[in-house]
């Protein structure tokens, strides 16, 4: 068992997005750790700055890069956790587990696993309180097969299949297996029992989980392996393991407050829940929507979208890339998926720079993993305060300094339909 130092963080982990880093952020927080997270590979100055913390959350835009570069940047950030002193490391991917038969979930996982010299790991994306469950080894949505899911239909990382075993083995080197449900339902002794019998054959041990009751029990039964794999329902239970380390938990009293200033809302994300959250907001405040084959020609441009919020940034106006998967499939025939993508999150970056310098916007609501890292990198952001939940895994987050920012990450599928009427009125006082 890693045991807890005062001067070294104890949990060091690695989100693919920024959403997610700030979904684990909450999650960690809201058990008892204290938690800081870093936007990008940590620098120097940023390192030595990171005191008096239980875990260090390093987000990263991974999740649709290329293989190799995935690796290698997951690496790094693995490296500054080491030298911090970690005692145990979290991967955190997507609850949905967004990637495609290459990658990029197992091959980051393998490269871990081989830097630490862990043969065995647990792979567990699920978060039942968003309705992201997983039965006999596979994943679901709510009552969907992720695979019949509206996620089939994800522009970068549609998902075509719903056996984590499966996807696991395609994507790594391993051998996967399935741990399942009426095992955990026996308790913390038994589980223990699976874990340690079948990571003798399995470098993967993929676990059921179908209630937060059983994430607290999976939470008991870690403390044998350096390197933990998962949503971010993992960090529900991982208190009891830091309390049994000699860490003391904490209730944290946060000190982000709501801004009184201009709020925009973003909107990338073509999610099915994102897609009924514009509409519900579109029948009261204004709404200009991105058009790519404008944006090309130029008859739509940053310049002209500033003109328009200009006159509407009193009513919280949202800009939104929120379409139908005709809409998407059309544009990418078009112009190519991967053109269209970094088109769209381009524009973002330089709205959001354009809307604080130019406008005075301090509260951000974004949605979409790809676009809240597009965001973040254009703002400059590079650490977080945790505030507040608006929903389930999605915190209000406010960068340091003497004029702070406000930020609402949202995953697509978050929230519930009146999520960006929550969010407004959460960071924002005016």
């Known amino acids: 068992m890693n045991k807890v130092t005062d001067s070294t963080p104890w949990l060091g982990c690695i989100a693919d997005d920024f959403t997610g880093a700030t979904d684990l952020a909450s999650f960690l927080v809201a058990s008892g750790l204290r938690t800081i ?159 340690e019998t079948q990571r003798v054959n399995h470098h993967y041990l993929v676990l059921d989980a179908l209630s937060t009751d059983h994430l607290k029990c999976i939470g008991e039964c870690l403390s044998s392996f350096t390197l933990i794999t998962g949503g971010s329902g993992l960090a529900i239970g991982l208190g009891k393991e830091f309390e049994d380390c000699g860490g003391n938990l904490t209730e944290v009293t946060s000190s982000v407050q709501p801004i009184a200033a201009p709020t925009l809302v973003l909107s990338g994300s073509c999610s099915a829940m994102t897609q009924k959250q514009v509409a519900a907001y579109r029948t009261s405040h204004p709404v200009m929507e991105l058009d790519p084959a404008k944006l090309v020609t130029g008859e739509q441009s940053v310049d002209s979208i500033i003109t328009w919020l200009a006159s509407a940034i009193d009513r919280a106006p949202l800009v939104t890339a929120t379409a139908a998967p005709d809409i998407i499939a059309e544009n990418h025939q078009n112009y190519g998926a991967e053109f269209i993508a970094g088109l769209i999150e381009q524009t973002f970056g330089a709205l959001a720079i354009a809307a604080s310098d130019q406008l005075g916007v301090r509260n951000f609501v974004v949605a979409g993993g790809e676009t809240s890292g597009a965001v973040v990198n254009a703002l400059g952001v590079d650490s977080f305060y945790i505030g507040k939940s608006i929903a389930p895994g999605v915190p209000m987050v406010q960068t340091p300094g003497e004029q702070p920012i406000n930020l609402a990450l949202k995953s697509g599928n978050f929230g519930q339909q009146d999520f960006f009427f929550q969010a407004l009125e959460t960071l924002s006082c005016c």
């Open 37 to 195: 997270q870093v936007n990008g590979l940590p620098t120097p100055q940023q390192i030595a700055n990171i005191k008096d913390v239980d875990a260090v959350v390093i987000a990263v835009k991974s999740r649709t890069i290329p293989v190799q570069d995935a690796v290698e940047l997951s690496l790094a950030c693995l490296e500054v956790l080491q030298s911090l002193g970690c005692a145990k490391y979290y991967f955190k991917y997507c609850s949905t587990f967004d990637s495609t038969p290459e990658g990029n979930i197992g091959p980051v996982i393998d490269a871990l696993m081989s830097k630490l010299n862990a043969a065995s790991t647990v792979v567990c994306p699920a978060l039942p309180v968003n309705g992201r469950t997983v039965y006999q080894g596979h994943l679901f949505v709510f009552d969907q097969l992720l695979h019949e899911s509206p996620m089939k239909d994800h522009p970068l990382t549609p998902m075509k299949d719903s056996s984590l075993v499966r996807m696991m083995e395609a994507q790594g080197t391993g051998k996967a297996v399935s741990i399942p449900s009426q095992v955990v339902e026996q308790g913390p002794g038994a589980l223990t029992e699976a874990l």
